[in-house]
């Protein structure tokens, strides 16, 4: 039996270091292994990683986060989607929900049932969303806390903060538990001379931290990952050509909707999160199309408050390493890889990483196939997702740019290709239960940017036609008494979750 691993170095602070540093300690204990976590203050993070998806709800409970003291330590807001603006074409929006579309019956998915009654009454606009609790509570600017009742709709949530905040927070959780911080830059990695695999890190004030295994969180650069054990990078940009964003944040307006606005610009696409203290903006572009002042022009006069500083660019590849985890090094953040964050999912995979690798933790060196194993898992992780994204621009009607005209003619992954003809045929969006984005996502967004099913399954003819409508009515009016019952979004946070930027805010 090799020797069992004790000591686990995290390269790099930021969401992705701090994320890793407190789940190990969590999961691991402070007490049994030696975790150790280096980052330098003079090198900055990337920090516009703001917005996220339900499943952080997950993470924050492992940990025992309560959270109204992660809400006011991080001014956030609450999330209930995304508005996609101008996507489909300019004019148009259509909204991204979390949640469920109405209620299966029998087994059978809600969304057939829909397009049972929606070709039965003339067909026109898709308007499912409806019958979805989160884009009704959206639409109405509303939230709050809802008692989880069987048989009622579900508002499902999850948050948009402020990134380095809560870096910041989880640093104190985790070093409250035993986590070692090491201030300094790595001016040298250290491999074993026959294995290749890393034994140590140099700073540059000479202080050696060896390690048994490395977390690379150092950003797109990948020091261990790839500049170190150089396991090479899946190049996506073919299908997703965005290879800038330019980020600048502006004072908070009166406007605290509880939901992500993300607007198709003529080149890309442009963010908007609204936190408690500052709204966080961006423009995501290809600069084949736009150059990087005309992306920032562009940005800063779409702002909707006073600028609260100097817009900063940041440059990237979409795409993955062709190997999360190469000997005893495993990469989480951008130094794995990075997806552009139309949906809000560069937080998320850090977090998927982690909990997969916790799941398959290397107790004893390092098996071979439990490597394979994880990297198997992370690549299917990565794909669903690039195919979700690449579907955003390929459907849809846009013509009016060079852009626009590229990404919806370029050949698309075989993978997405069978799925885009299979729902437009069937209504099926074959979708996995290991996979992030299943079908309430894949039905928003097609139908959103103008698929629409020609076909339902026939378990939808089952029902008689004043039945189905009786269904549809109950469900429906469900969503609005339950609508009814919420707050505004800025009163729940003010009456509950307010931070000190907040109240002080609304002191001025």
């Not at 940990?63 to 992660?70: A, K, R």
């Not at 399954?457 to 008689?464: F, G, I, L, R, S």
């Amino acid at each position: 039996m090799q020797s069992q691993i004790r000591k686990i170095v995290i390269v790099g602070g930021g969401t992705a270091g701090w994320m890793a540093a407190a789940a190990f300690v969590k999961a691991l204990g402070g007490h049994l292994y030696d975790i150790v976590l280096v980052e330098s203050e003079d090198i900055g993070t990337v920090g516009v990683g703001e917005a996220t998806i339900p499943p952080i709800m997950e993470y924050n409970a492992f940990l025992g986060i309560v959270e109204d003291e992660f809400v006011k330590a991080t001014n956030a807001t609450f999330k209930l989607g995304i508005e996609f603006r101008d996507w489909r074409r300019l004019g148009h929006s259509y909204f991204h929900p979390f949640g469920v579309f109405g209620a299966d019956i029998d087994g059978f998915s809600f969304s057939h049932f829909y397009f049972r009654h929606y070709y039965q009454t003339g067909g026109g606009p898709v308007d499912i969303g409806k019958y979805n609790l989160a884009t009704e509570a959206a639409l109405q600017g509303r939230f709050g806390h809802l008692k989880r009742e069987a048989g009622k709709p579900q508002l499902n949530y999850a948050y948009q903060f402020d990134a380095a905040l809560y870096a910041r927070f989880l640093r104190r959780y985790a070093e409250g538990r035993g986590v070692r911080r090491q201030e300094g830059c790595i001016t040298d990695v250290r491999q074993h001379p026959e294995t290749g695999f890393v034994t140590s890190v140099q700073l540059q004030d000479g202080r050696i931290i060896e390690g048994d295994l490395f977390m690379d969180c150092s950003g797109f650069r990948g020091l261990l990952i790839e500049q170190t054990l150089k396991t090479g990078y899946l190049d996506w940009s073919q299908w997703l050509p965005m290879d800038r964003a330019v980020a600048a944040p502006c004072e908070r307006t009166n406007d605290l909707p509880p939901y992500t606005i993300a607007t198709a610009r003529e080149s890309g696409w442009q963010w908007r999160i609204p936190l408690q203290h500052r709204t966080g903006n961006g423009h995501v572009f290809c600069s084949a199309y736009i150059s990087e002042d005309a992306a920032a022009d562009t940005l800063l006069a779409h702002l909707d408050g006073k600028l609260t500083s100097d817009p900063k660019v940041l440059r990237f590849t979409t795409g993955r390493r062709r190997k999360a985890w190469c000997k005893n090094v495993v990469a989480l953040g951008l130094a794995g890889g990075f997806l552009e964050p139309l949906e809000s999912t560069s937080i998320h995979l850090i977090q998927a990483g982690l909990a997969k690798f916790l799941a398959l933790f290397p107790r004893h060196g390092f098996n071979p196939h439990i490597i394979a194993e994880y990297n198997a898992q992370i690549e299917e992780a990565y794909d669903n997702i690039k195919d979700f994204l690449i579907a955003h621009y390929k459907v849809s009607e846009r013509n009016d740019s060079p852009f626009w005209r590229y990404v919806r003619q370029v050949e698309i992954p075989d993978s997405l290709q069978t799925r885009l003809d299979v729902f437009r045929a069937t209504c099926q969006t074959l979708s996995r239960d290991t996979e992030l984005f299943r079908e309430v996502s894949w039905v928003a967004v097609l139908t959103g940017q103008g698929l629409t099913p020609e076909d339902y399954h026939p378990a939808a003819d089952a029902m008689d036609d004043d039945e189905l409508r009786l269904h549809l009515g109950q469900w429906r009016a469900a969503v609005l008494e339950r609508v009814k019952t919420l707050p505004t979004h800025e009163d729940f946070i003010r009456r509950h979750y307010a931070s000190d930027a907040f109240l002080n805010l609304q002191r001025a």
